[in-house]
């Protein structure tokens, strides 16, 4: 069965802090994403990764960076936490041409005090 | 700049039917996709028109309409699990360009 984990559903996270939202898949797949999606505004991309070491970035990366070190691993880091960032983030990921069909972790919802 | 409508709200009752309607403008297109989430659940992946008619999936059809650049996702009789919210998302181009999705459409199925 396909899988995406990430490694927490709740995260609280204090202004200034780095945070490290991890994401795995079991699929082999070539392509990875993160997402954020926040009430009214739908799923915006903040990164997304075709390759081991490659990153694109997507709509909305300011205050993000990413790591894909392994074929199955795509990380996301806040490097210096702050407010506007709370919202929940979702990691995604798709074969090399199935980009029409990819599929979800479970979410991580972080709140940045 | 990549744009999708699609309606924020549509209440429906159980046994009916219901369309959820997608507009696009983008640059390049090569395909539709819907997504379904329920409340704090992950979007999980429908259907995918890559080319203009209807594809059906049990009580699920999608259509698209690739001169009038218009999609909608069709839901025959409607269950209240069917609750959720829907995304429409464009794929640009057949290589590695990423989804563009939709804001979404809140489905409210009333008994």
């Known amino acids: 069965d396909v899988k995406v984990t990430q490694s927490s559903r709740y995260l609280v996270k204090r202004t200034g802090e780095k945070v490290f939202l991890e994401c795995v898949q079991d699929m082999d797949h070539e392509n990875m994403f993160w997402y954020r999606q926040d009430p009214g505004l739908g799923l915006r991309l903040i990164y997304f990764?075709?390759?081991?070491?490659?990153?694109e970035k997507g709509d909305i990366p300011e205050g993000y960076s990413v790591s894909r070190e392994k074929k199955e691993r795509f990380s996301l880091i806040l490097e210096s936490a702050s407010t506007n960032q709370t919202s929940m983030y979702l990691c995604a990921s798709t074969t090399a041409g199935g980009y029409y069909e990819q599929y979800f972790g479970p979410g991580t919802r972080l709140t940045v005090t | 700049g990549q744009s999708l409508e699609q309606p924020s709200e549509v209440t429906a009752v159980e046994g009916a039917i219901v369309q959820i309607n997608c507009t696009y403008q983008t640059s390049g297109f090569y395909g539709l996709s819907w997504y379904q989430q329920h409340d704090g659940g992950a979007p999980t992946f429908l259907s995918y028109?890559?080319?203009?008619g209807l594809e059906e999936t049990g009580r699920f059809s999608s259509f698209l309409s690739r001169s009038d650049s218009y999609g909608y996702l069709l839901l025959q009789e409607l269950q209240m699990k069917d609750s959720a919210s829907y995304f429409c998302?464009?794929?640009?181009?057949?290589?590695?360009?990423?989804?563009?999705f939709g804001k979404g459409t809140r489905l409210s199925v009333i008994a």
């Open positions: 990764s075709y390759d081991v070491k490659m990153k």
């Open positions: 028109n890559g080319l203009d």
């Open positions: 998302a464009v794929k640009r181009d057949s290589g590695n360009t990423p989804l563009v």
